[in-house]
């Protein structure tokens, strides 16, 4: 074999690899649109089709001082109807349990949900509604969504956060709006109805 073609042979071989290299990425390239395109039409069915809710802006808390200062404290926990009108959910997760336990809401009126976590991730779906959220810790999460029908409803926790997760629960109990309304005109923060 000559010199000559010995390096026909080797710049052939290049060749044909980087044929091989160059289809392997384009197909590559296809798969990733067709991923973020199917992720963009998802994204797109659910929000309309079952009104699913876009993550919150960013909003930070200090879990140090939670339990002590700002809205959060004990007594500042609950449903409160706020001076503007609107009805403000402000809520807590630990591990195992949410604070307060039972949340009161009025029906087919919007309101406005503040949670966050003193721990570990938690999150709540509230019965089959599209309330529905994580809560970090040091950030707060916030929605605002309306019910429609008058019950009971449970309030499970979520996400993955430890031995006791399962038995993390509380309740929302929604109930007729001017019976809401009229309850709140007596106390700052309403409470459940005893069952
Ligand atoms: Cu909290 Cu799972």
Redesign the pocket.
């Known amino acids: 074999m000559t010199r000559s073609t010995q390096q026909g042979r080797a710049v052939d071989t290049h060749r044909l690899s980087e044929h091989v290299a160059n289809a392997a990425e384009r197909r590559w390239a296809v798969i990733v649109v067709l991923i973020v395109a199917s992720l963009l039409a998802m994204m797109i069915f659910t929000g309309l089709h079952w009104a699913a809710m876009p993550p919150s802006r960013v909003e930070t808390v200090d879990v140090r001082t939670l339990h002590i200062k700002g809205e959060f404290v004990e007594s500042n926990l609950g449903t409160a109807l706020e001076k503007d009108g609107n009805v403000v959910v402000r809520l807590i997760?630990q591990?195992?349990s949410f604070s307060p336990q039972c949340i009161v809401v009025p029906a087919g009126t919007p309101v406005t949900f503040r949670g966050t976590s003193t721990d570990?991730i938690?999150g709540f779906v509230v019965g089959r509604t599209n309330a529905n959220t994580m809560l970090v810790p040091g950030f707060v999460s916030t929605f605002t969504t309306s019910f429609p029908k008058v019950g009971e409803q449970l309030m499970p926790?979520h996400?993955?956060?430890g031995i006791g997760?399962e038995a993390?629960w509380a309740r929302v109990q929604v109930i007729p709006a001017d019976e809401f309304f009229a309850k709140s005109k007596n106390s700052e923060r309403l409470n459940c109805v005893p069952r």
Do not use: K, S
Request: charge should be negative.
């Open positions: 997760a591990q195992y570990a938690h926790c996400e993955y956060c997760h993390m």
